[in-house]
């Protein structure tokens, strides 16, 4: 599921370093590379597939070479070269780029709003009504130190809670496929759940909303696809193309009735011809993302600069906005 592998934030850096970077696809000299390599996700439909098929990419074409786990496992890959772009939760890019990766964000891809969001719940007659309710209570979410982690930080905090008190509040991994049946159970008091997995919590009863990242900080770009900077010195017209052309994607996602995209999307699942369920497709309403284009701003990536410096994970001034993103390349951003 798409929430699984975006807030999956335990990097395991492999070493990375600037010198592990991978070389361009660049044709030749002064030559710019017309095919990217790419990761998909096995039962979905990625925006710049979308954009491919819509037929926004021109001539830059994608070459699909495998699928992917995790955001981070993605962007990690795109900044060793094994591909050329890659896409990731924004605390991930802020904690790779902190590591030295010469990488930047060039369009955000998902988000959260009314109809994307992860959600915190409850049972229906839970005695858990408040942030001080949660003290001693557990709290099962797909990974720790991602972005479920930071909503349930930022929700206490904002609630009054001090860092010891917080401290009381046991956040615990749980697979998102097992979340809601760990909460019926009472195995865990609270559960997060997004897209089909929340859907289909709701239509079954018994759970309710405690707060969600949409209602914590509205509507907001949460993950970015990302280019080495190597790359984007290389080849800034491909580059261009694509990200105008993902922009583009993102525009008609948001214009076009939900059953469309969906039927667009199960199409292109179908002919591409690897076996996949389009079962999880059917349940998209929105790709969240909250700019126009997919333009990027700088509190999206401040919010887990922060995050991660409060938590000693990267040091106060070691990752500068400036370094972390740009727009231009991205046409509807202007």
């Given at each position: 599921m798409t929430?699984?592998?975006?807030?999956?934030?335990?990097?395991?850096?492999?070493?990375?370093t600037?010198?592990?970077v991978?070389?361009?696809?660049a044709?030749?000299?002064g030559?710019?590379t017309?095919?990217l390599?790419?990761q998909?996700w096995?039962?979905?439909?990625?925006?710049?597939?979308l954009?491919?098929?819509?037929?926004?990419?021109?001539?830059?074409?994608?070459?699909?070479?495998g699928n992917t786990?995790?955001?981070p496992?993605?962007?990690?890959s795109?900044?060793t070269?094994?591909?050329?772009?890659?896409?990731?939760?924004?605390?991930?890019?802020?904690?790779?780029?902190a590591?030295?990766?010469p990488?930047?964000?060039?369009i955000g891809?998902y988000g959260?709003?009314?109809q994307?969001?992860s959600?915190?719940?409850?049972?229906e007659?839970s005695?858990?009504?408040?942030?001080?309710d949660?003290?001693g209570?557990k709290?099962?979410m797909n990974t720790?130190?991602?972005?479920?982690e930071?909503?349930?930080g930022?929700?206490?905090k904002?609630?009054?809670l001090?860092?010891?008190?917080?401290k009381?509040?046991?956040?615990?991994?749980?697979?998102p496929?097992?979340?809601?049946?760990?909460?019926?159970?009472k195995q865990?008091?609270?559960g997060v759940?997004g897209g089909i997995l929340r859907?289909?919590?709701?239509?079954?009863?018994?759970?309710r909303?405690l707060?969600?990242?949409f209602d914590?900080l509205?509507?907001?770009?949460?993950?970015?696809?990302v280019?080495?900077e190597?790359?984007?010195?290389?080849?800034?017209?491909?580059?261009r193309?694509?990200?105008?052309?993902?922009?583009?994607?993102?525009?008609?996602?948001?214009?076009t009735p939900?059953?469309q995209?969906?039927?667009?999307?199960v199409?292109i699942?179908?002919?591409r011809g690897r076996?996949?369920?389009p079962g999880a497709?059917?349940?998209w309403?929105s790709?969240g993302?909250a700019?126009?284009g997919?333009?990027?701003?700088?509190r999206?990536?401040?919010?887990?600069v922060d995050?991660l410096t409060?938590?000693?994970?990267?040091k106060?001034?070691?990752?500068?906005?400036?370094?972390?993103?740009?727009?231009?390349?991205?046409?509807?951003?202007?």
């Amino acid at each position: 599921m798409t929430t699984t592998r975006r807030n999956f934030l335990g990097l395991t850096l492999l070493g990375l370093t600037t010198a592990t970077v991978g070389c361009s696809t660049a044709a030749g000299a002064g030559q710019e590379t017309k095919t990217l390599r790419y990761q998909g996700w096995a039962g979905d439909v990625t925006l710049p597939e979308l954009a491919a098929d819509l037929g926004y990419l021109g001539d830059v074409k994608l070459e699909w070479v495998g699928n992917t786990t995790s955001g981070p496992q993605d962007i990690q890959s795109a900044a060793t070269g094994q591909v050329d772009f890659g896409g990731a939760f924004n605390g991930a890019v802020v904690k790779l780029k902190a590591a030295g990766a010469p990488i930047r964000s060039v369009i955000g891809y998902y988000g959260s709003d009314a109809q994307a969001y992860s959600g915190f719940y409850v049972l229906e007659d839970s005695p858990i009504r408040t942030a001080r309710d949660l003290i001693g209570k557990k709290v099962g979410m797909n990974t720790l130190g991602a972005h479920h982690e930071a909503m349930l930080g930022i929700y206490l905090k904002r609630n009054g809670l001090s860092q010891d008190e917080a401290k009381k509040v046991e956040a615990t991994v749980v697979p998102p496929v097992n979340t809601e049946q760990a909460v019926r159970q009472k195995q865990i008091d609270v559960g997060v759940l997004g897209g089909i997995l929340r859907d289909k919590a709701l239509e079954k009863g018994g759970v309710r909303k405690l707060f969600s990242d949409f209602d914590l900080l509205g509507a907001f770009t949460a993950g970015t696809y990302v280019f080495t900077e190597k790359f984007l010195r290389d080849n800034p017209n491909t580059v261009r193309t694509f990200v105008s052309g993902v922009a583009k994607a993102i525009e008609w996602g948001r214009t076009t009735p939900s059953e469309q995209v969906v039927a667009r999307k199960v199409e292109i699942l179908a002919k591409r011809g690897r076996n996949e369920d389009p079962g999880a497709l059917k349940y998209w309403k929105s790709t969240g993302v909250a700019e126009k284009g997919g333009k990027i701003l700088d509190r999206e990536l401040q919010v887990w600069v922060d995050w991660l410096t409060e938590r000693g994970e990267i040091k106060a001034g070691q990752v500068k906005l400036s370094d972390l993103y740009t727009n231009e390349y991205n046409e509807l951003a202007k």
